[in-house]
Protein backbone atom coordinates (compact mmCIF):
# COMPACT_ATOMS: atom_id res chain seq x y z
CA UNK A 1 0.00 0.00 0.00
CA UNK A 2 2.65 2.98 0.80
CA UNK A 3 6.46 2.34 -0.53
CA UNK A 4 9.11 4.51 1.24
CA UNK A 5 12.47 5.71 -0.20
CA UNK A 6 14.89 7.48 2.16
CA UNK A 7 17.23 10.31 0.53
CA UNK A 8 19.55 12.82 2.07
CA UNK A 9 21.89 11.29 4.04
CA UNK A 10 26.02 11.68 3.66
CA UNK A 11 28.73 12.60 5.52
CA UNK A 12 29.02 16.18 7.49
CA UNK A 13 31.33 17.82 9.71
CA UNK A 14 30.03 18.95 13.35
CA UNK A 15 27.98 21.98 13.14
CA UNK A 16 26.64 21.27 9.64
CA UNK A 17 23.26 20.65 7.85
CA UNK A 18 21.47 17.97 5.86
CA UNK A 19 17.99 17.79 4.49
CA UNK A 20 16.31 14.34 4.07
CA UNK A 21 13.53 13.63 2.21
CA UNK A 22 11.42 10.32 1.99
CA UNK A 23 9.21 10.23 -1.29
CA UNK A 24 6.22 7.96 -0.73
CA UNK A 25 4.34 6.17 -3.33
CA UNK A 26 0.42 4.86 -2.68
CA UNK A 27 -2.30 7.33 -1.31
CA UNK A 28 -1.30 9.67 1.41
CA UNK A 29 -4.60 10.82 2.33
CA UNK A 30 -4.31 7.06 4.13
CA UNK A 31 -1.52 7.99 6.15
CA UNK A 32 -2.64 9.15 9.54
CA UNK A 33 1.03 9.88 10.66
CA UNK A 34 4.42 9.79 9.28
CA UNK A 35 7.69 10.20 11.23
CA UNK A 36 11.87 9.72 11.31
CA UNK A 37 13.58 7.05 13.49
CA UNK A 38 17.03 6.96 13.76
CA UNK A 39 19.36 3.91 14.81
CA UNK A 40 22.62 3.10 15.27
CA UNK A 41 24.50 -0.24 15.69
CA UNK A 42 23.96 -2.21 19.10
CA UNK A 43 20.67 0.61 19.75
CA UNK A 44 17.09 -0.02 19.71
CA UNK A 45 15.36 2.13 17.08
CA UNK A 46 14.85 5.79 18.47
CA UNK A 47 11.97 8.09 17.32
CA UNK A 48 13.37 11.68 16.15
CA UNK A 49 10.64 13.13 14.94
CA UNK A 50 6.40 12.75 13.83
CA UNK A 51 3.89 15.04 12.46
CA UNK A 52 0.52 14.11 11.89
CA UNK A 53 -2.14 14.55 9.07
CA UNK A 54 -2.96 17.82 10.50
CA UNK A 55 0.59 18.89 10.99
CA UNK A 56 0.73 18.75 14.70
CA UNK A 57 4.21 17.71 15.54
CA UNK A 58 6.75 16.09 18.13
CA UNK A 59 10.19 15.90 18.39
CA UNK A 60 12.94 13.83 20.91
CA UNK A 61 14.68 15.89 23.17
CA UNK A 62 17.66 15.47 21.56
CA UNK A 63 16.89 17.15 18.43
CA UNK A 64 14.34 19.97 19.83
CA UNK A 65 15.40 23.16 18.48
CA UNK A 66 17.80 21.64 15.40
CA UNK A 67 15.44 19.26 13.60
CA UNK A 68 12.10 20.39 11.75
CA UNK A 69 10.16 18.01 10.29
CA UNK A 70 7.60 18.94 7.58
CA UNK A 71 5.60 17.13 4.87
CA UNK A 72 4.19 17.88 1.07
CA UNK A 73 1.05 16.05 0.79
CA UNK A 74 1.28 17.58 -3.44
CA UNK A 75 4.23 15.74 -3.54
CA UNK A 76 3.69 12.57 -1.37
CA UNK A 77 6.97 13.63 0.66
CA UNK A 78 8.02 13.48 3.84
CA UNK A 79 11.26 16.15 4.73
CA UNK A 80 13.94 16.45 7.66
CA UNK A 81 15.68 19.57 8.13
CA UNK A 82 18.99 18.68 10.38
CA UNK A 83 21.15 21.97 11.73
CA UNK A 84 23.48 22.36 14.07
CA UNK A 85 24.43 18.68 13.67
CA UNK A 86 26.35 16.74 16.18
CA UNK A 87 28.68 13.31 15.87
CA UNK A 88 25.98 11.79 18.23
CA UNK A 89 23.33 12.24 15.68
CA UNK A 90 25.26 9.51 13.55
CA UNK A 91 22.82 6.72 12.48
CA UNK A 92 20.97 5.34 9.50
CA UNK A 93 17.72 7.79 9.28
CA UNK A 94 14.00 5.77 8.38
CA UNK A 95 11.03 7.34 6.97
CA UNK A 96 7.59 5.59 9.12
CA UNK A 97 4.10 6.32 7.88
CA UNK A 98 1.29 4.43 9.58
CA UNK A 99 -1.91 4.31 7.95
CA UNK A 100 -5.49 3.79 9.12
CA UNK A 101 -6.00 1.06 11.10
CA UNK A 102 -2.25 1.67 12.33
CA UNK A 103 -0.11 -0.58 10.44
CA UNK A 104 3.00 1.01 9.92
CA UNK A 105 4.85 1.15 6.75
CA UNK A 106 9.17 1.63 6.55
CA UNK A 107 11.96 2.58 4.39
CA UNK A 108 15.28 1.25 3.92
CA UNK A 109 17.20 4.30 5.97
CA UNK A 110 19.65 6.59 4.28
CA UNK A 111 22.64 7.03 6.37
CA UNK A 112 23.74 10.03 8.52
CA UNK A 113 27.45 10.27 9.42
CA UNK A 114 28.68 13.63 11.20
CA UNK A 115 32.43 13.99 11.73
CA UNK A 116 34.10 16.15 14.94
Known amino acids: QVRLVESGGGLVQAGGSLRLSCAAS????????MGWYRQTPGKQRELVAT???????NYADSVKGRFTISRDNAKNALYLQMNSLKPEDTAVYYC??????????WGKGTLVTVSS
Open 26 to 33: GSMFSINA
Open 51 to 57: ITRGGST
Open 96 to 105: KATILGGMDF
